[in-house]
Protein backbone atom coordinates (compact mmCIF):
# COMPACT_ATOMS: atom_id res chain seq x y z
CA UNK A 1 0.00 0.00 0.00
CA UNK A 2 1.28 3.30 -1.11
CA UNK A 3 1.68 6.01 1.43
CA UNK A 4 1.84 9.60 0.88
CA UNK A 5 5.25 10.95 1.83
CA UNK A 6 6.32 13.06 4.57
CA UNK A 7 7.34 16.77 4.15
CA UNK A 8 9.95 17.68 6.49
CA UNK A 9 10.82 20.72 7.97
CA UNK A 10 13.77 23.25 7.37
CA UNK A 11 14.69 23.46 10.80
CA UNK A 12 15.95 21.29 13.09
CA UNK A 13 14.07 21.72 16.02
CA UNK A 14 15.47 19.79 19.25
CA UNK A 15 13.06 18.35 21.64
CA UNK A 16 14.69 20.36 24.34
CA UNK A 17 12.60 23.58 23.29
CA UNK A 18 9.17 21.01 23.75
CA UNK A 19 10.69 20.48 27.58
CA UNK A 20 11.47 24.11 28.17
CA UNK A 21 7.99 25.05 27.19
CA UNK A 22 6.41 22.50 28.85
CA UNK A 23 8.02 23.08 32.72
CA UNK A 24 7.74 26.98 32.18
CA UNK A 25 4.14 25.65 31.80
CA UNK A 26 3.80 23.48 34.96
CA UNK A 27 6.35 25.93 37.07
CA UNK A 28 9.08 23.17 37.06
CA UNK A 29 12.86 24.36 37.49
CA UNK A 30 15.67 22.25 35.60
CA UNK A 31 16.84 21.29 38.59
CA UNK A 32 13.42 20.39 40.27
CA UNK A 33 13.13 18.01 37.33
CA UNK A 34 16.42 16.80 37.64
CA UNK A 35 15.96 15.52 41.32
CA UNK A 36 12.30 14.50 40.45
CA UNK A 37 13.74 12.35 37.56
CA UNK A 38 16.79 10.91 39.27
CA UNK A 39 19.20 12.69 36.60
CA UNK A 40 22.04 14.99 36.88
CA UNK A 41 20.98 18.71 36.30
CA UNK A 42 23.76 19.48 33.47
CA UNK A 43 22.01 16.34 31.64
CA UNK A 44 18.45 18.11 31.93
CA UNK A 45 20.41 21.77 30.88
CA UNK A 46 22.01 20.07 27.92
CA UNK A 47 18.88 18.21 26.88
CA UNK A 48 17.42 21.37 26.48
CA UNK A 49 19.99 22.85 24.73
CA UNK A 50 20.07 20.19 21.93
CA UNK A 51 23.61 19.02 22.92
CA UNK A 52 22.20 15.93 24.57
CA UNK A 53 20.20 12.93 23.22
CA UNK A 54 16.84 12.07 25.10
CA UNK A 55 17.12 8.13 25.34
CA UNK A 56 14.48 5.94 26.31
CA UNK A 57 14.94 5.93 29.78
CA UNK A 58 14.90 9.30 29.75
CA UNK A 59 11.64 9.50 27.95
CA UNK A 60 10.14 6.95 30.58
CA UNK A 61 11.21 9.41 33.45
CA UNK A 62 9.90 12.60 31.89
CA UNK A 63 6.84 10.31 31.03
CA UNK A 64 6.66 9.64 34.82
CA UNK A 65 7.47 13.28 35.77
CA UNK A 66 5.97 15.39 33.96
CA UNK A 67 3.21 13.10 32.13
CA UNK A 68 3.73 13.23 28.80
CA UNK A 69 4.05 10.01 27.18
CA UNK A 70 7.43 8.73 26.34
CA UNK A 71 6.99 8.09 23.10
CA UNK A 72 5.91 11.74 22.65
CA UNK A 73 9.65 12.44 23.55
CA UNK A 74 10.95 9.37 21.52
CA UNK A 75 9.42 10.59 18.80
CA UNK A 76 10.56 14.49 18.84
CA UNK A 77 14.14 13.12 18.87
CA UNK A 78 13.85 11.07 16.13
CA UNK A 79 12.28 14.22 14.56
CA UNK A 80 14.93 16.09 15.05
CA UNK A 81 17.93 13.92 14.70
CA UNK A 82 15.93 12.82 10.92
CA UNK A 83 15.40 16.72 10.53
CA UNK A 84 19.43 17.33 10.97
CA UNK A 85 20.57 14.22 9.03
CA UNK A 86 18.33 15.78 5.92
CA UNK A 87 19.79 18.99 6.10
CA UNK A 88 22.67 18.24 6.35
CA UNK A 89 22.74 15.62 3.58
CA UNK A 90 20.98 18.73 1.34
CA UNK A 91 24.44 20.28 1.92
CA UNK A 92 26.37 17.76 0.51
CA UNK A 93 23.99 17.20 -2.36
CA UNK A 94 24.41 20.75 -3.18
CA UNK A 95 27.95 19.82 -4.17
CA UNK A 96 26.92 17.33 -6.74
CA UNK A 97 24.71 19.66 -8.77
CA UNK A 98 27.34 20.15 -11.19
CA UNK A 99 28.09 16.67 -11.47
CA UNK A 100 24.18 16.01 -12.09
CA UNK A 101 24.38 19.09 -14.82
CA UNK A 102 26.87 16.55 -16.87
CA UNK A 103 24.00 13.91 -16.95
CA UNK A 104 21.16 14.54 -20.18
CA UNK A 105 18.35 14.69 -17.02
CA UNK A 106 15.83 16.05 -19.26
CA UNK A 107 16.66 13.12 -21.99
CA UNK A 108 16.10 10.66 -19.05
CA UNK A 109 13.18 12.16 -17.86
CA UNK A 110 11.41 12.01 -21.41
CA UNK A 111 12.11 8.16 -21.37
CA UNK A 112 10.64 8.58 -18.09
CA UNK A 113 13.48 6.77 -16.16
CA UNK A 114 13.33 9.77 -13.65
CA UNK A 115 10.39 12.12 -12.63
CA UNK A 116 10.67 15.37 -14.36
CA UNK A 117 12.33 17.95 -11.50
CA UNK A 118 13.64 21.29 -11.98
CA UNK A 119 14.90 22.08 -8.41
CA UNK A 120 18.87 21.12 -8.93
CA UNK A 121 18.95 19.20 -5.46
CA UNK A 122 15.69 16.96 -6.44
CA UNK A 123 17.26 16.78 -9.63
CA UNK A 124 20.98 15.41 -7.60
CA UNK A 125 18.48 12.62 -5.31
CA UNK A 126 16.80 11.52 -8.28
CA UNK A 127 20.03 10.08 -10.23
CA UNK A 128 21.52 8.52 -6.96
CA UNK A 129 18.05 6.61 -6.93
CA UNK A 130 18.39 5.88 -10.57
CA UNK A 131 21.72 4.70 -10.05
CA UNK A 132 21.35 3.21 -7.15
CA UNK A 133 24.75 5.20 -5.37
CA UNK A 134 25.46 7.19 -2.71
CA UNK A 135 27.29 9.81 -4.66
CA UNK A 136 27.23 10.74 -8.14
CA UNK A 137 30.72 10.16 -8.34
CA UNK A 138 30.27 6.76 -8.26
CA UNK A 139 28.36 6.39 -11.48
CA UNK A 140 31.34 6.53 -14.22
CA UNK A 141 30.86 3.72 -16.38
CA UNK A 142 34.40 2.10 -15.85
CA UNK A 143 35.45 -1.76 -15.46
CA UNK A 144 38.36 -2.99 -15.43
CA UNK A 145 38.30 -4.94 -18.53
CA UNK A 146 35.55 -3.11 -20.51
CA UNK A 147 36.23 -2.95 -24.40
CA UNK A 148 35.23 0.49 -26.07
CA UNK A 149 35.19 2.25 -28.29
CA UNK A 150 34.98 6.61 -29.00
CA UNK A 151 33.28 7.84 -31.92
CA UNK A 152 35.17 10.68 -33.98
CA UNK A 153 31.91 12.59 -34.52
CA UNK A 154 30.77 12.25 -31.17
CA UNK A 155 31.69 13.30 -27.66
CA UNK A 156 31.24 10.76 -25.18
CA UNK A 157 29.58 11.61 -22.15
CA UNK A 158 30.77 9.14 -19.12
CA UNK A 159 27.49 9.97 -17.52
CA UNK A 160 25.19 9.56 -20.73
CA UNK A 161 26.78 6.32 -21.35
CA UNK A 162 26.70 5.01 -17.55
CA UNK A 163 22.30 6.23 -17.62
CA UNK A 164 22.39 4.33 -20.42
CA UNK A 165 23.80 0.80 -19.23
CA UNK A 166 21.85 1.34 -16.20
CA UNK A 167 18.61 1.28 -17.68
CA UNK A 168 19.80 -1.60 -19.83
CA UNK A 169 20.30 -3.38 -16.23
CA UNK A 170 16.99 -2.24 -15.07
CA UNK A 171 15.06 -3.74 -17.63
CA UNK A 172 17.04 -6.73 -17.98
CA UNK A 173 16.61 -7.40 -14.18
CA UNK A 174 12.63 -7.54 -15.53
CA UNK A 175 13.55 -10.71 -17.76
CA UNK A 176 13.29 -14.15 -16.60
CA UNK A 177 15.70 -16.43 -18.35
CA UNK A 178 16.13 -19.87 -18.51
CA UNK A 179 20.17 -21.15 -17.65
CA UNK A 180 22.69 -19.81 -20.28
CA UNK A 181 22.72 -22.54 -23.61
CA UNK A 182 25.48 -21.39 -25.59
CA UNK A 183 24.91 -24.68 -27.59
CA UNK A 184 21.48 -23.80 -28.10
CA UNK A 185 22.41 -20.43 -29.10
CA UNK A 186 24.50 -20.95 -31.56
CA UNK A 187 21.38 -23.28 -33.39
CA UNK A 188 19.01 -20.29 -32.94
CA UNK A 189 20.91 -18.66 -35.18
CA UNK A 190 19.35 -19.44 -38.12
CA UNK A 191 15.80 -18.80 -36.96
CA UNK A 192 17.37 -15.17 -35.74
CA UNK A 193 17.79 -14.66 -39.55
CA UNK A 194 14.90 -15.47 -40.71
CA UNK A 195 13.38 -12.91 -38.43
CA UNK A 196 14.96 -10.01 -40.78
CA UNK A 197 12.16 -10.52 -43.25
CA UNK A 198 9.68 -9.41 -40.59
CA UNK A 199 8.69 -6.23 -39.52
CA UNK A 200 9.99 -4.61 -35.97
CA UNK A 201 6.43 -5.05 -34.14
CA UNK A 202 6.42 -8.76 -35.49
CA UNK A 203 10.15 -9.83 -34.61
CA UNK A 204 11.14 -7.95 -31.49
CA UNK A 205 8.60 -9.85 -29.02
CA UNK A 206 9.77 -12.98 -30.93
CA UNK A 207 13.35 -11.93 -30.44
CA UNK A 208 13.05 -11.04 -26.71
CA UNK A 209 11.19 -14.08 -26.02
CA UNK A 210 13.55 -16.86 -27.56
CA UNK A 211 16.57 -15.50 -26.63
CA UNK A 212 15.51 -15.59 -22.89
CA UNK A 213 14.84 -19.16 -23.30
CA UNK A 214 18.69 -19.40 -23.91
CA UNK A 215 19.88 -17.44 -21.39
CA UNK A 216 20.11 -14.46 -22.98
CA UNK A 217 18.28 -10.92 -22.04
CA UNK A 218 17.64 -8.62 -24.69
CA UNK A 219 16.92 -5.26 -24.22
CA UNK A 220 16.12 -2.36 -26.21
CA UNK A 221 17.60 1.31 -24.42
CA UNK A 222 17.06 4.57 -26.55
CA UNK A 223 20.15 6.66 -27.01
CA UNK A 224 21.08 9.92 -25.10
CA UNK A 225 23.21 12.68 -26.22
CA UNK A 226 26.36 11.83 -26.40
CA UNK A 227 26.86 8.41 -26.06
CA UNK A 228 26.52 7.30 -29.80
CA UNK A 229 26.00 3.76 -29.00
CA UNK A 230 24.92 0.72 -31.09
CA UNK A 231 24.82 -2.24 -28.17
CA UNK A 232 26.57 -3.39 -25.27
CA UNK A 233 26.82 -6.65 -24.08
CA UNK A 234 27.94 -7.89 -20.19
CA UNK A 235 26.97 -10.68 -17.86
CA UNK A 236 24.73 -10.12 -14.85
CA UNK A 237 25.35 -12.70 -12.77
CA UNK A 238 24.46 -16.06 -14.99
CA UNK A 239 22.50 -14.36 -17.13
CA UNK A 240 23.70 -12.70 -20.67
CA UNK A 241 22.75 -9.23 -21.72
CA UNK A 242 22.67 -7.72 -24.92
CA UNK A 243 21.64 -4.33 -24.98
CA UNK A 244 20.70 -2.39 -28.46
CA UNK A 245 19.88 1.60 -28.76
CA UNK A 246 17.09 2.85 -30.88
CA UNK A 247 19.90 4.43 -33.12
CA UNK A 248 19.88 0.95 -35.15
CA UNK A 249 17.17 2.22 -37.81
CA UNK A 250 18.99 0.48 -40.81
CA UNK A 251 18.05 -2.68 -40.83
CA UNK A 252 21.25 -4.34 -42.10
CA UNK A 253 22.85 -2.42 -39.62
CA UNK A 254 20.21 -3.54 -36.78
CA UNK A 255 20.88 -7.29 -37.65
CA UNK A 256 24.76 -6.93 -38.27
CA UNK A 257 24.93 -5.61 -34.46
CA UNK A 258 22.65 -7.77 -32.80
CA UNK A 259 24.84 -10.76 -34.50
CA UNK A 260 28.33 -8.75 -32.97
CA UNK A 261 26.98 -8.51 -29.61
CA UNK A 262 25.86 -12.45 -29.55
CA UNK A 263 29.49 -13.28 -30.51
CA UNK A 264 30.78 -11.58 -27.56
CA UNK A 265 28.32 -13.64 -25.88
CA UNK A 266 29.64 -16.77 -27.13
CA UNK A 267 33.13 -16.44 -27.71
CA UNK A 268 34.44 -13.84 -24.56
CA UNK A 269 34.45 -13.61 -21.22
CA UNK A 270 32.13 -13.22 -18.58
CA UNK A 271 33.56 -10.25 -16.63
CA UNK A 272 33.83 -8.60 -19.79
CA UNK A 273 32.00 -5.62 -20.97
CA UNK A 274 31.53 -4.36 -24.44
CA UNK A 275 29.94 -1.22 -25.41
CA UNK A 276 29.85 -0.77 -29.00
CA UNK A 277 29.97 3.09 -30.25
CA UNK A 278 30.58 4.58 -33.25
CA UNK A 279 34.07 3.00 -34.96
CA UNK A 280 37.27 4.24 -34.92
CA UNK A 281 39.82 2.00 -33.56
CA UNK A 282 39.54 -2.42 -34.16
CA UNK A 283 40.73 -4.78 -31.47
CA UNK A 284 40.94 -8.50 -31.95
CA UNK A 285 37.99 -9.30 -29.88
CA UNK A 286 36.10 -6.65 -32.18
CA UNK A 287 37.57 -7.77 -35.35
CA UNK A 288 36.61 -11.77 -34.31
CA UNK A 289 32.83 -10.45 -33.67
CA UNK A 290 32.72 -8.54 -36.79
CA UNK A 291 33.94 -11.80 -38.48
CA UNK A 292 30.95 -13.80 -36.74
CA UNK A 293 28.25 -11.75 -37.82
CA UNK A 294 29.16 -12.04 -41.37
CA UNK A 295 29.69 -15.17 -41.71
CA UNK A 296 26.38 -15.99 -39.68
CA UNK A 297 24.37 -13.28 -41.57
CA UNK A 298 24.96 -14.79 -44.99
CA UNK A 299 26.81 -18.10 -45.45
CA UNK A 300 30.16 -17.54 -46.76
CA UNK A 301 29.31 -20.07 -49.39
CA UNK A 302 26.82 -18.99 -50.80
CA UNK A 303 27.71 -15.79 -50.66
CA UNK A 304 31.30 -15.94 -53.01
CA UNK A 305 29.11 -17.97 -55.33
CA UNK A 306 26.84 -15.07 -55.69
CA UNK A 307 29.18 -12.63 -56.06
CA UNK A 308 32.05 -14.75 -57.76
CA UNK A 309 31.17 -14.04 -61.07
CA UNK A 310 29.45 -10.65 -60.47
CA UNK A 311 30.44 -7.05 -61.61
CA UNK A 312 27.00 -5.31 -61.71
CA UNK A 313 24.30 -6.33 -58.88
CA UNK A 314 20.73 -5.89 -59.74
CA UNK A 315 17.62 -5.43 -57.90
CA UNK A 316 16.13 -8.62 -59.10
CA UNK A 317 19.35 -10.61 -58.66
CA UNK A 318 20.29 -9.68 -54.99
CA UNK A 319 16.09 -10.25 -53.98
CA UNK A 320 16.24 -13.79 -55.46
CA UNK A 321 19.55 -14.52 -53.18
CA UNK A 322 18.34 -12.92 -50.15
CA UNK A 323 15.05 -15.25 -50.70
CA UNK A 324 16.98 -18.58 -51.71
CA UNK A 325 19.12 -17.77 -48.11
CA UNK A 326 15.77 -16.79 -46.11
CA UNK A 327 17.27 -13.10 -45.32
CA UNK A 328 15.95 -9.84 -45.93
CA UNK A 329 17.64 -8.10 -49.46
CA UNK A 330 18.70 -4.95 -47.20
CA UNK A 331 21.06 -7.45 -45.76
CA UNK A 332 22.48 -8.84 -48.78
CA UNK A 333 22.80 -4.29 -49.52
CA UNK A 334 24.43 -3.82 -46.71
CA UNK A 335 27.32 -6.30 -47.58
CA UNK A 336 27.73 -4.91 -50.68
CA UNK A 337 27.91 -1.63 -49.74
CA UNK A 338 30.41 -2.41 -47.05
CA UNK A 339 32.89 -4.35 -49.22
CA UNK A 340 32.71 -1.80 -52.15
CA UNK A 341 31.19 -4.15 -54.17
CA UNK A 342 28.40 -1.19 -55.41
CA UNK A 343 28.27 2.52 -54.43
CA UNK A 344 26.83 3.26 -51.35
CA UNK A 345 23.94 4.61 -53.35
CA UNK A 346 22.75 1.93 -55.39
CA UNK A 347 20.01 -0.49 -54.19
CA UNK A 348 18.80 1.23 -51.53
CA UNK A 349 15.55 0.87 -52.01
CA UNK A 350 16.31 -2.89 -50.80
CA UNK A 351 16.92 -1.63 -47.24
CA UNK A 352 14.67 -0.55 -44.68
CA UNK A 353 14.59 1.55 -41.89
CA UNK A 354 13.15 0.98 -38.45
CA UNK A 355 10.74 2.19 -36.20
CA UNK A 356 11.08 0.87 -33.07
CA UNK A 357 7.50 1.15 -30.31
CA UNK A 358 10.02 1.72 -27.37
CA UNK A 359 10.54 5.85 -29.41
CA UNK A 360 6.86 6.53 -28.42
CA UNK A 361 6.94 5.80 -24.76
CA UNK A 362 8.42 8.91 -23.08
CA UNK A 363 6.87 11.47 -26.31
Not at 205 to 211: Q, R, S
Not at 314 to 335: D, K, L, M, Y
Request: charged share 25%.
Amino acid sequence: MMTEERIWPDIAIPPGETLAETLDTMGISQAELARRAGRPVQVISEIIQGKKEITPETALALERVLGVPAHVWIRLEADYRTVKARLADRERLKAEVSLAAQCPYKEMSKNGWVPAVADPIERVQALLRFFGVASLRHIQPSAPAAAWRRSKAVTTSSCALAAWLRQGDLQAQQIETAPFDAAGLMELLPTLRSFTRETPEVFQPKLVKILSQRGVALVFVPELPKTGAHGATRWMGAKAVVQLSLRLRWADIFWFTLFHELAHILKHGRKELFIELDKEQEDEPERAADAFATKHLIPELAYKAFTSDKTVFSAVAVEAFAGEIGIHPGIVVGRLHHEKKILPSHLNGLRVQYRWAEETKGA
